[in-house]
C-alpha cells in the first residue's frame, strides 16, 4: 500500500478537454519555477509569502520545500494539491496550481480552496474546468460537503472564476491575512454538494453556462 493508502480521494489525475489536474512531482521544480518567475507581477500582489526576493522563493530550490509540504499536507489528508496543467500538441505543460486544503473531516467534511494560473493561458477557462474538476472530486471520493475560497475584493479576476461557477458570496473579512506589506480584507465564497448535485455536478454546470454564453 502507498504511504497515500487511506485517504479518501487521494492520489488522482482529473482530466476535462486539455487540463490536466495531477500531483506533483520533483521533477515539475524547474517548470514551477520558470511560471512562477515569469508571473511575478501577475501574482505576488494577490499571494502571502515568505521572506525574500521572489526569484529566491519561487526558485527551483524552493520548490523541494513547497513540495515536502504539500506530500505531507497530501499524506495526512488535509489538503490535495493539484498542479494544473495543459495538454496541447502532444506536450504537457504546467500553467498553474489548485489546492483543496485545510480539510476538516466528521461533522465540517470542509476545505478551502487556493489557486493561481500562468497570465499566459488566463481567460481560456483553465482555471475555471480545474476548479470544477476538484471540487467534483472532493464532493465525491473526497469526501467533502462543503468548499470555500476567500478572496481579496480587488482582485477581479479570481472573483469571476468562483462567481461565474455560482459559488455564493456569504462573508467578509476584514483584515484577514497579511499579502503584500498590509492586513487585507477577503470576500468569503462557498459552495456545498447539495447545491450541485441536481445539475450532475460543477463541471457539468461550468460546460452548460459555456455552451449557453458561446
Not at 502507498?2 to 524547474?30: E, H, I, K
Not at 472530486?137 to 472573483?159: M, T, Y
Not at 468562483?162 to 468569503?188: N, T
Amino acid at each position: 500500500m502507498s504511504w497515500f493508502g487511506r485517504v479518501p480521494g487521494w492520489p488522482v489525475m482529473l482530466m476535462d478537454g486539455p487540463v490536466v489536474l495531477r500531483p506533483y512531482r520533483r521533477n515539475d521544480a524547474t517548470a514551477w519555477s520558470a511560471v512562477r518567475r515569469a508571473n511575478r507581477a501577475w501574482l505576488a500582489p494577490w499571494e502571502s509569502h515568505l521572506p525574500g526576493s521572489w526569484d529566491e522563493t519561487n526558485s527551483p530550490a524552493a520548490f523541494r520545500y513547497v513540495h515536502a509540504d504539500q506530500r505531507r499536507s497530501a499524506r495526512t489528508g488535509e489538503g490535495m494539491p493539484f498542479a494544473v496543467c495543459l495538454r496541447e500538441d502532444g506536450q504537457e505543460r504546467l500553467v498553474g496550481h489548485l489546492n483543496v486544503g485545510s480539510i476538516v473531516r466528521r461533522a465540517f467534511c470542509s476545505g478551502y480552496v487556493g489557486y493561481w494560473v500562468d497570465s499566459r493561458v488566463a481567460g481560456r477557462g483553465v482555471i475555471p474546468t480545474a476548479m470544477a474538476l476538484a471540487v467534483d472530486h472532493a464532493f465525491g471520493p473526497g469526501g467533502l460537503h462543503r468548499v470555500e475560497v476567500n478572496i481579496r475584493p480587488e482582485n477581479k479576476p479570481s472573483r469571476r472564476v468562483v462567481e461565474k461557477l455560482g459559488f455564493r458570496e456569504e462573508a467578509y473579512h476584514v483584515r484577514y491575512m497579511h499579502i503584500d506589506g498590509a492586513w487585507r480584507d477577503h470576500i468569503g465564497y462557498a459552495l456545498t454538494s447539495e447545491e450541485v448535485a441536481a445539475e450532475g455536478g460543477l463541471l457539468a454546470r461550468w460546460h452548460r453556462m459555456r455552451h449557453e454564453a458561446g
